[in-house]
């Protein structure tokens, strides 16, 4: 197991030592695992092609270094706690040897069905436990899962599964949100219409409504696993053999499938959990996201269960039945850590202090967000109320790239200060660099937030899309990883973190491309073009805005109209990225090479005049057009 760090001195010293040799440095941390055969060179890199390898020759499987690695100590221990979206149905938990034996059977079952090393998994599942397995699975068999996130339409899931070429995607008869019934596997029968690599189907029962299964094409997952075997070998992976990937979005159009490999991830993934949540053994963990997301692969799965944790899987939303979900589920299973989102936290603040005061909530030691800027009223109010001004809270920045989190407190060592992610983790070198690249050094700067040195955990390429890669991240500022995001480094040399600097808007803690949305948006017959900003919203965070133009649109359609776009986006998409405005323009500002600039949009919806430098529009007069509606 990963040895903590107790004390900031100590973190400092961790933190002086991984920068002066970080391959030195990860490579001992490295040793706290299993490897089939040791690495041959710990670190290759260069940020120019760029090539990214870790523990290089080394010989793994993650799913050994999470059972086997915990049996002899744990075999007994509860590895996941299920919390049903129904408070009255029963929770189901799973010790480590239980959940061992379920993801044997289930990689028996994949390998049945021919899946083999390399091969493409997509699963399409709700939070429910059968999730975990097949993950799992997965890794232990060698294929590498591609989760898209059980809210994306069928349109969106069968994008991702023809990109990743998926043969199997693995799916339920349905999924329970609140007081929803999520027909997931109508949207899978819809979704592989358009994505003709899928084979086959496995569907897990949930909800016992009655879906249509295709003979030879569907099976029930319960089916396969009655005689599946519960021993099952693991296939020997190269530390840099593909692990998953996780489609995210980008500034352009189409979704990015990000690769994370198998060694670097998972050292990173152990050691920053570890670290970060001062997480101690027979500790119970909770943390709320998904594990469609990056957030629930890397800190629901993967890094509390390789250092033995008991981690918390919640199918539901914080407000079902009532506002006091969390808070119940915190009492009821004496939960030590919890980790969620701004947006939650934001949420639960408008429903009212009555739903948190009658909870005591001993048991919490340490609180964490991510996915956004947390604003300082939420994090107070997260402070006061939920730590009871005794929890650290651990501010974590992190991206689906960088695999785990990397500016972030280490809960109780390193002091906090509201808004602020605060220090590097050990192993990080984050760089802020100005417009042309220059290097803002010091305190007291704001710019663009890179990394110079690369981390175990970070993302390796996007899958079948080097090219892509590299102009993504490296090509921005050469020699640099370049996160998209603005920072601000204060007098004490804390990092705050101040949002996307790129065409990505954060919505609830979801990333989306605006291209992606104006693409939905233009699909429209009516709508010639749309462009996309965000703006500040109470809740969300940041809203979505739609400036659509529409020729000829007469004045008593408009209401029609913008149902229907705001329809069509979440059938295209989610309903995560439905605009939450819709305005119909005449035009749209754009410069002589025909770029919309969304900058001048930006400010219309902030309410602003004050455009800047607005010489290089070609259609000048349009900005009176737009700011008197
Ligand atoms: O803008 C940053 C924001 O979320 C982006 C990454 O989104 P995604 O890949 O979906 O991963 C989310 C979960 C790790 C970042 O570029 N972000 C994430 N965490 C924070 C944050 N912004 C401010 N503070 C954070 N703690």
Redesign the pocket.
């Known amino acids: 197991m990963i040895t903590k760090i107790s004390t900031l001195g100590g973190y400092l010293h961790e933190y002086e030592k991984s920068v002066a040799d970080p391959a030195k440095f990860w490579s001992k941390i490295a040793e706290n695992f299993y490897w089939r055969k040791n690495w041959d060179k710990t670190l290759e890199w260069n940020f120019d092609e760029p090539k990214i390898e870790w523990f290089k020759g080394g010989k793994l499987n993650i799913t050994e270094n999470i059972f086997e690695r915990n049996l002899f100590l744990r075999a007994r221990q509860k590895a996941i706690i299920w919390e049903p979206n129904d408070p009255e149905e029963e929770c189901r938990s799973y010790t480590y040897d239980e959940l061992y034996l379920e993801v044997n059977k289930f990689a028996n079952v994949l390998r049945d069905m021919g899946v083999q090393k390399g091969d493409r998994v997509t699963i399409y599942l709700p939070m429910i436990p059968e999730l975990a397995v097949a993950m799992l699975a997965c890794a232990k068999i060698g294929a590498i899962h591609s989760i898209v996130f059980a809210g994306f339409s069928a349109r969106a899931l069968a994008e991702r599964n023809n990109d990743a070429k998926a043969k199997i995607l693995i799916t339920a008869d349905g999924g329970f949100r609140g007081n929803k019934v999520i027909p997931l596997k109508e949207t899978a029968d819809e979704a592989a219409q358009m994505a003709q690599d899928i084979e086959k189907m496995i569907v897990v029962k949930r909800t016992g409504k009655e879906v249509n299964m295709m003979k030879d094409r569907d099976f029930w997952w319960e089916d396969l696993m009655q005689n599946a075997s519960p021993s099952a070998s693991i296939e020997v992976m190269d530390a840099e053999d593909p692990l998953f990937i996780l489609y995210?979005s980008g500034s352009t159009g189409k979704p990015k499938g990000v690769l994370h490999t198998t060694g670097g991830y998972m050292v990173y993934a152990a050691y920053t959990f570890k670290n970060v949540f001062q997480y101690s053994d027979n500790d119970i963990y909770f943390c709320a996201a998904d594990i469609g997301?990056?957030?629930g692969h890397s800190y629901i799965i993967y890094g509390p269960l390789l250092e033995g944790a008991t981690t918390i899987m919640f199918e539901g939303i914080p407000t079902f039945p009532e506002p006091d979900r969390y808070w119940k589920i915190i009492e009821k299973h004496k939960v030590n850590q919890f980790y969620t989102s701004p947006t939650a936290i934001r949420a639960l603040i408008a429903e009212g202090e009555q739903w948190i005061e009658k909870y005591e909530l001993k048991s919490l030691k340490v609180l964490g967000?991510?996915?956004?800027?947390?604003n300082e009223e939420a994090w107070h109010w997260y402070h006061d109320h939920v730590g009871k001004n005794r929890c650290p809270i651990v501010?974590?920045?992190?991206?689906?790239?960088?695999g785990g989190i990397m500016i972030?407190p280490l809960a109780g060592i390193i002091p906090t200060k509201p808004a602020f992610?605060t220090l590097p983790l050990p192993g990080i070198q984050p760089v802020v660099v100005d417009k042309e690249g220059n290097m803002l050094e010091g305190r007291n700067v704001e710019g663009n937030l890179c990394i110079k040195h690369p981390w175990p955990g970070m993302a390796r390429t996007l899958w079948g899309n080097a090219k892509r890669f590299k102009e993504a991240y490296f090509s921005t500022f050469p020699g640099l990883y370049f996160?998209?995001?603005g920072v601000k480094v204060d007098e004490d040399g804390y990092y705050r973190?101040l949002?996307?600097i790129d065409d990505?808007i954060?919505v609830s803690?979801?990333?989306l491309g605006t291209a992606e949305i104006e693409n939905a948006l233009n699909e429209h017959p009516l709508v010639a073009e749309s462009a996309v900003v965000g703006f500040p919203h109470p809740i969300k965070g940041q809203g979505i805005y739609a400036f659509v133009v529409v020729p000829d649109l007469a004045p008593d359609i408009h209401d029609e109209l913008r149902n229907s776009l705001k329809k069509g986006v979440a059938k295209l998409i989610s309903p995560i990225a439905k605009p939450d405005e819709i305005r119909f323009v005449k035009e749209l500002p754009k410069t002589r090479s025909g770029k919309i600039m969304r900058r001048i949009l930006r400010k219309i919806v902030e309410g602003s005049t004050d455009f800047g430098d607005i010489t290089t529009l070609v259609n000048p007069e349009i900005i009176k057009d737009l700011t008197e509606n």
């Open positions: 995210t997301w990056i957030t967000t991510v996915g956004e800027p947390i501010d974590t920045w992190w991206q689906t790239e960088t972030s992610a996160t998209g995001d973190i949002g996307r990505v954060n803690g979801h990333r």
